[in-house]
């Protein structure tokens, strides 16, 4: 299907959202008209503007408060329309929308709506031009897309059709179903837009929320499903009013709405094979849908690379060796030291002819790559592709198997292994490895500490690159600010991606930011299947735990009514605790924070908790924020 967005939904000035939109590789745009109106040159110098970029106008909107109108405001609205027809000649656009009549003085008299707009659609036809009507959400008379078929019916034009927005009808919760209803060739084009859920006036909610599909929560696809299934053809557009998207590069909005995009086309036609067409009913105009290769079948995290200098490995390698980790040995042709524990796998990567150190310049000591488990490591990659991604190798010495990976949106890497994948491959050993402490067994999530208006691009990648389903989010109290976080996690809860972001300067996550110099990860948790033993092993080596506060031990045993010697044992560990409505128990202690950037955590679940403890992280925000302040009144 041909892809379309509308220019509203991008900031900067016609020729930049022009630009962005041409690269992002859409075919068409829907001209919004202060678009032109903010324009520094004729109708005609835009048509030649989209067309050297190999674009086309798909539709001009919107023309607004057009029909249910008294006879003298009719005649009025048709001058006006044939003035708009006019610069619709100049652009080359061949369909206009008119969107349902938002003054309080519109009449409700379908019959009138009906007449006036075959009148404009008479009028459109001479010029060769197409009239779509759409419901807007508060319109005075029409909302639904249902009542504006209805007046579409009535008004029997062979050059007025139906425009569907999805949210406008979803924002409602309108129905979906009656789409499938509506004569294919009558359905003259498709917006979508998801939204998160919020309560608020719906125009309010349209003018400053909406975001691409798959950003929000919305069911886009099966809006867009109903339309494919009556019969549509023509573009999927995208329309998007968003505060964030205003102050966001043009380029990598572009970018996000095209791979929502693509994500989206997955979906629908998931749903078109799982709906086949009703019996006697004609067959489905054939549509070309994106199928890229599968959704990956991931099976954990492999391991982990922390791009460092000499200084920091040596830091960070005690904090691992405290955590149960042990050094495997040293890269046979790069400066890169490992360490593991039973399959689980860090890196600490000081190589200067490399991407971490690259990566350690811009960021200083950080997460640089993630290493995942997938059965399929080549499908995965191809899809990533498919989805916009960008492929890397890192360069490789003699007889080194090479890794390829894809870099994630904050520029670090997502290596793609197979299940028979050993990190120690290329390293040599050291002498007299032995076995492992068995303090942890596995990465249970990593957090990820993200700008503002970053997030829905990484809630977009994670969910279409590797379908990653988006959980609850949380708005979490820090001394300093609010803190919002969601988490994504696959089907097997292997692979947990907890997003965090921050609109205050001063809450950790901010502080996080500021040290990084961007996103970046923040938080590592490791399972463990006895929290206690772990705690007392980490405290014997010597590394710094939390301190959480006498308080919260007091509170706890009053909340929930825990035994009371199962309390004390918590407090003499300094262990955080949460129970779920099931009864699943989770246990988890956190580190002090490794040069204001990031922690480890250690967590056991037990009972099928599936959550992350979010009742402790205010407790844990605190902790930390004292942590730092004590530490910054140390320091010369």
Same mark, same amino acid.
């Given at each position: 299907?041909?892809?379309?967005?509308?220019?509203?939904?991008?900031?900067?000035?016609?020729?930049?959202?022009?630009?962005?939109?041409?690269?992002?590789?859409?075919? +068409?745009?829907?001209?919004?008209?202060?678009?032109?109106?903010?324009?520094?040159?004729?109708?005609?110098?835009?048509?030649?503007?989209?067309?050297?970029?190999?674009?086309?106008?798909?539709?001009?909107?919107?023309?607004?408060?057009?029909?249910?109108?008294?006879?003298?405001?009719?005649?009025?609205?048709?001058?006006?329309?044939?003035?708009?027809?006019?610069?619709?000649?100049?652009?080359?656009?061949?369909?206009?929308?008119?969107?349902?009549?938002?003054?309080?003085?519109?009449?409700?008299?379908? $019959?009138?709506?009906?007449?006036?707009?075959?009148?404009?659609?008479?009028?459109?036809?001479?010029?060769?031009?197409?009239?779509?009507?759409?419901? #807007?959400?508060?319109?005075?008379?029409?909302?639904?897309?249902?009542?504006?078929?209805?007046?579409?019916?009535? /008004?029997?034009?062979?050059?007025?059709?139906?425009?569907?927005?999805?949210?406008?009808?979803?924002?409602?919760?309108?129905?979906?179903?009656?789409?499938?209803?509506?004569?294919?060739?009558?359905?003259?084009?498709?917006?979508?837009?998801?939204?998160?859920?919020?309560?608020?006036?719906?125009?309010?909610?349209?003018?400053?929320?909406?975001?691409?599909?798959?950003?929000?929560?919305?069911?886009?696809?099966?809006?867009?499903?109903?339309?494919?299934?009556?019969?549509?053809?023509?573009?999927?557009?995208?329309?998007?009013?968003?505060?964030?998207?205003?102050?966001?590069?043009?380029?990598?909005?572009?970018?996000?709405?095209?791979?929502?995009?693509? %994500?989206?086309?997955?979906?629908?036609?998931?749903?078109?094979?799982?709906?086949?067409?009703?019996?006697?009913? &004609?067959?489905?105009?054939?549509?070309?849908?994106?199928?890229?290769?599968?959704?990956?079948?991931?099976?954990?995290?492999?391991?982990?690379?922390?791009?460092?200098?000499?200084?920091?490995?040596?830091?960070?390698?005690? =904090?691992?060796?405290?955590?149960?980790?042990?050094?495997?040995?040293?890269?046979?042709?790069?400066?890169?030291?490992?360490?593991?524990?039973?399959?689980?796998?860090?890196?600490?990567?000081?190589?200067?002819?490399?991407?971490?150190?690259?990566?350690?310049? !811009?960021?200083?000591? +950080?997460?640089? /790559?993630?290493?995942?488990?997938?059965?399929?490591?080549?499908?995965?990659? +191809?899809?990533?592709?498919?989805?916009?991604?960008?492929?890397?190798?890192?360069?490789?010495?003699?007889?080194?198997?090479?890794?390829?990976?894809?870099?994630?949106?904050?520029?670090?890497?997502?290596?793609?292994?197979?299940?028979?994948?050993? /990190?120690?491959?290329?390293?040599?050993?050291?002498?007299?490895?032995?076995?492992?402490?068995?303090?942890?067994?596995?990465? *249970?999530?990593?957090?990820?500490?993200?700008?503002?208006?970053?997030?829905?691009? =990484?809630?977009?990648?994670?969910?279409?690159?590797?379908? #990653?389903?988006?959980?609850?989010? =949380?708005?979490?109290?820090?001394?300093?600010?609010?803190?919002?976080?969601?988490?994504?996690?696959?089907?097997?809860?292997?692979?947990?991606?907890?997003?965090?972001?921050?609109?205050?300067?001063?809450?950790?996550?901010?502080? +996080?930011?500021?040290?990084?110099?961007?996103?970046?990860?923040?938080?590592?948790?490791?399972?463990?299947?006895?929290?206690?033993?772990?705690?007392?092993?980490?405290?014997? /080596?010597?590394?710094?735990?939390?301190?959480?506060?006498?308080?919260?031990?007091?509170?706890?045993?009053?909340?929930?009514?825990?035994? $009371?010697?199962?309390?004390?044992?918590?407090?003499?560990?300094?262990?955080?605790?949460?129970?779920?409505?099931?009864?699943?128990?989770? !246990?988890?202690?956190?580190?002090?924070?490794?040069? *204001?950037?990031?922690? %480890?955590?250690?967590?056991?679940?037990?009972?099928?908790?599936?959550?992350?403890?979010?009742?402790?992280?205010?407790?844990?925000?605190? &902790?930390?924020?004292?942590?730092?302040?004590?530490?910054?009144?140390?320091?010369?």
């Amino acid at each position: 299907m041909r892809r379309s967005i509308a220019t509203v939904s991008l900031s900067g000035n016609l020729q930049e959202k022009l630009l962005a939109i041409a690269a992002a590789k859409f075919d +068409s745009i829907e001209l919004f008209e202060n678009d032109l109106l903010f324009f520094d040159g004729t109708a005609r110098d835009v048509r030649a503007m989209v067309e050297d970029v190999g674009l086309k106008i798909s539709l001009f909107q919107p023309f607004r408060d057009f029909e249910g109108v008294p006879d003298e405001v009719f005649r009025r609205n048709l001058d006006r329309a044939e003035r708009k027809f006019d610069v619709m000649g100049d652009l080359d656009a061949k369909m206009m929308l008119v969107c349902s009549n938002v003054s309080p003085a519109a009449i409700a008299d379908d $019959e009138r709506a009906a007449a006036q707009l075959h009148e404009l659609a008479e009028r459109a036809a001479a010029r060769g031009i197409r009239i779509g009507y759409e419901a #807007l959400a508060w319109g005075a008379q029409v909302k639904t897309y249902g009542h504006v078929w209805e007046i579409v019916r009535r /008004a029997a034009h062979s050059h007025l059709g139906v425009i569907l927005d999805s949210f406008h009808t979803l924002a409602l919760g309108d129905g979906v179903e009656g789409i499938a209803h509506i004569p294919g060739e009558k359905i003259f084009f498709v917006q979508l837009a998801d939204a998160p859920l919020l309560k608020m006036d719906v125009l309010s909610w349209s003018r400053h929320f909406r975001c691409f599909p798959g950003q929000g929560d919305f069911d886009v696809a099966a809006f867009a499903a109903k339309a494919i299934e009556a019969g549509y053809t023509g573009p999927l557009s995208l329309e998007i009013f968003n505060d964030e998207f205003r102050a966001t590069a043009p380029s990598r909005t572009a970018r996000d709405g095209m791979r929502s995009l693509l %994500f989206l086309e997955e979906q629908i036609r998931g749903q078109l094979e799982e709906s086949p067409a009703e019996p006697g009913r &004609a067959p489905r105009p054939r549509v070309d849908l994106l199928d890229p290769p599968p959704p990956p079948d991931l099976s954990g995290v492999a391991f982990l690379e922390f791009a460092v200098d000499a200084t920091a490995r040596g830091e960070l390698a005690r =904090w691992l060796e405290g955590m149960g980790f042990q050094r495997v040995g040293v890269h046979r042709g790069k400066d890169v030291t490992l360490y593991r524990q039973g399959d689980l796998a860090i890196a600490l990567n000081a190589e200067p002819e490399s991407f971490a150190h690259s990566y350690y310049l !811009l960021h200083g000591v +950080s997460v640089c /790559a993630i290493g995942l488990r997938a059965a399929d490591p080549a499908g995965l990659l +191809s899809r990533a592709e498919v989805f916009g991604c960008q492929r890397f190798e890192e360069r490789v010495g003699p007889d080194e198997a090479p890794m390829p990976g894809l870099r994630a949106p904050d520029g670090s890497l997502i290596y793609v292994v197979d299940e028979s994948f050993d /990190a120690a491959a290329d390293f040599v050993r050291d002498r007299g490895e032995g076995a492992s402490a068995g303090l942890v067994s596995a990465v *249970d999530h990593v957090g990820q500490a993200l700008p503002g208006d970053h997030f829905d691009t =990484w809630l977009l990648f994670y969910r279409a690159v590797l379908r #990653l389903k988006p959980e609850e989010s =949380w708005v979490l109290p820090d001394p300093y600010g609010l803190v919002k976080s969601r988490a994504l996690a696959n089907a097997a809860r292997n692979v947990r991606f907890p997003l965090s972001f921050s609109e205050s300067s001063r809450t950790v996550v901010a502080r +996080s930011l500021t040290t990084f110099s961007g996103a970046g990860v923040n938080q590592v948790a490791f399972s463990t299947g006895d929290i206690f033993k772990a705690v007392r092993a980490l405290r014997k /080596a010597g590394l710094e735990l939390l301190r959480i506060p006498e308080n919260y031990y007091d509170d706890l045993a009053a909340r929930l009514g825990l035994d $009371e010697a199962f309390v004390e044992k918590l407090r003499d560990h300094g262990v955080l605790y949460d129970r779920d409505a099931e009864g699943g128990e989770f !246990l988890h202690v956190y580190t002090r924070t490794f040069h *204001d950037r990031f922690f %480890f955590e250690i967590v056991q679940r037990q009972g099928g908790y599936d959550q992350y403890g979010a009742a402790n992280a205010p407790v844990r925000m605190a &902790a930390q924020s004292r942590t730092a302040a004590r530490e910054t009144s140390l320091t010369p």
